[in-house]
């Protein structure tokens, strides 16, 4: 049976690989990436397809390897367990991502009443009426952020009005482009997959930064040694 240091070692090389463009990793090109034998890799594959942990399939340029939901959990379990030693010494990871327009459902969110006033008293400013939307594209960067966002985050609490429930809204501190307070938000339903950030800030980051789709902006999280 495959060790679990190499079942960690061998999805995170998928992983890396998959991160990199390869959408067809033959067994060979894994072999010399893990620095296994052919036979090896092989083995490798059919354990960690056994217990569901990638997903392959055969096509004409070759095996296509996927990471499943339950290998990519595996990864984040790990990679969480890393970084709660890392966070001890005050590491600041930043991370990049690219800017999109959204739907425009972060304005009308964020001026409400009720959430207005608990960003004020629990973040120290009113935000401006929408989202800076940011979509992650570096795999390592995914698997960090879902470990930031495990945090204890800052609760905005949900509400009702005479016509719907607002749910909760969860916040965590960040600084963008080294320069500016703001918080990223996850709200409890959202339509944006675990690779998009949404960032309120009390200034208009899209003006202030002089941003259009496709421009690239940098964040990190306001951490603490007790983290």
Do not use: W
């Not at 005050?90 to 425009?104: A, Q």
């Not at 929408?130 to 966002?149: F, H, P, R, S, V």
């Not at 909760?168 to 307070?181: A, F, T």
């Amino acid at each position: 049976m495959l060790k679990e240091y190499k079942k960690i070692y061998t999805l995170l090389t998928i992983a890396k690989l998959i991160q990199e463009g390869k959408t067809h990793i033959s067994t060979r090109e894994l072999s010399r990436a893990i620095d296994a034998s052919h036979q090896s890799a092989s083995r490798y594959l059919k354990e960690l397809e056994k217990e569901k942990l990638i997903e392959t399939v055969m096509s004409s340029k070759g095996r296509v390897i996927r990471l499943s939901d339950k290998g990519l959990d595996r990864i984040k379990l790990h990679v969480g367990s890393i970084m709660s030693i890392v966070n001890k010494v005050y590491v600041t990871h930043v991370f990049t991502g690219r800017v999109f327009t959204g739907l425009g459902e972060g304005a009308y969110y964020v001026s409400r009443k009720p959430y207005l006033d608990q960003f004020y008293t629990r973040l120290g400013f009113h935000p401006y009426p929408g989202t800076l939307n940011l979509k992650i594209e570096n795999y390592m960067d995914q698997l960090l952020l879902a470990e930031k966002i495990s945090k204890p985050p800052i609760v905005i609490h949900g509400f009702s009005d005479q016509e719907r429930t607002f749910g909760d809204v969860y916040c965590y501190p960040v600084v963008v482009n080294e320069k500016y307070d703001g918080a990223v938000i996850k709200a409890l339903r959202t339509i944006y997959d675990s690779s998009v950030v949404e960032i309120i800030s009390r200034y208009n980051l899209r003006k202030e930064l002089g941003l259009k789709d496709g421009d690239k902006v940098t964040f990190f999280f306001k951490t603490t040694v007790q983290e």
